[in-house]
């Protein structure tokens, strides 16, 4: 064959199949570009987007434009998508079906998302986990527990289960217990926890703290103050007011009890106890 009618013949062809590769290419590097610019863009939102839901639109929005690429791109090599896509819509019907407790965590991520039973950085606990909310996946919800260790939970399992949020409210109640002793003046108590909150200005005005003997416990009478505070704050108020808690029952000339027990030892009359083997003896004694 003559080498001027290969080169004819098959010269266009290499041209289109170079073009196809360089818009291939092109398309690539677009994606790859939207994926950076929509990514930077995305983590900039928390200011006027809620951060819970900051991961999951740059999770979605990222598999969104790689798909359209490779869609653009196969399309550019003149394969049929159409066919392609109802094969991934068949085999991902199939996937989905072994992959029944994965779609279960994607339908309760979702559902979190949709109801916000909690927020990124709400402290949240459900059954015998305690943490802080670090991200909200797909798949699972990421916890940071307050002794420092990362905890991964599927998304149906937090949705399967009591969950308290400690910090959805602003507010919570303080309670704190001062026990005195029996021969102690109540009032007296009482005016020590009042003068704790008049010293707290992190304490609410309202609701208005209040004041009750909680119990008359088997060595102590308890004395209950309960008040409001910020949540943000309700740790540093609670520990400081159980520091100065003491040391202001003591300057009022209370005292703090300790469990006490009294031992009550019953003796029976010996002597007549005493006496029933030295007559019991003396009767076997005898002549003969």
């Known amino acids: 064959m003559n080498p001027d009618n290969l080169v004819t013949e098959y010269w266009p062809l290499a041209i289109t199949g170079l073009l196809r590769l360089g818009a291939a290419l092109l398309v690539i590097a677009l994606t790859l570009v939207a994926v950076h610019l929509v990514r930077r863009a995305i983590e900039r939102l928390p200011s006027r987007l809620d951060a819970t839901l900051v991961p999951v639109l740059r999770n979605i929005t990222t598999w969104a434009i ?5 869609l653009v791109v196969l399309d550019i090599f003149g394969i049929n998508t159409t066919s392609l896509i109802a094969l991934l819509g068949a085999t991902g019907l199939a996937v989905g079906f072994a992959l029944k407790d994965t779609l279960q965590n994607i339908a309760a991520g ?8 909690f927020r990124v950085g709400d402290v949240i606990q459900f059954e015998q986990t305690l943490g802080t909310v670090r991200e ?8 940071d527990t307050p002794d420092g260790l990362h905890v991964s939970v599927p998304n149906s399992v937090i949705w399967g289960r009591v969950l308290t949020n ?3 409210n602003k507010t919570r109640r303080i309670e704190i217990v001062a026990s005195i002793a029996y021969g102690d003046d109540i009032e007296a108590g009482l005016e020590v926890l009042r003068k704790l909150v008049e010293q707290e200005p992190r304490i609410l005005a309202k609701p208005e703290p209040s004041y009750m003997v909680r119990a008359l416990a088997d060595s102590s009478v308890d004395l209950q103050l309960r ?3 910020g949540t943000d704050q309700y740790w540093s108020v609670y520990w400081e007011l159980m520091e100065r808690l003491k040391p202001a029952l003591e300057e009022a ?3 703090i009890p300790f469990p006490q027990r009294e031992l009550r030892i019953l003796r029976e009359d010996m002597s007549r106890s005493k006496s029933r083997p030295a007559n019991s003896r003396g009767a076997n004694t005898g002549p003969g």
């Open 66 to 70: 790689y798909i359209v690429g490779a």
């Open 110 to 117: 979702f559902i979190l998302l949709g109801l916000r039973p």
């Open 136 to 143: 909200v996946g797909f798949f699972t919800t990421e916890l």
């Open 166 to 168: 400690f910090s959805h």
């Open 227 to 229: 008040a409001w505070t």
């Open 253 to 255: 000339g209370l005292t």
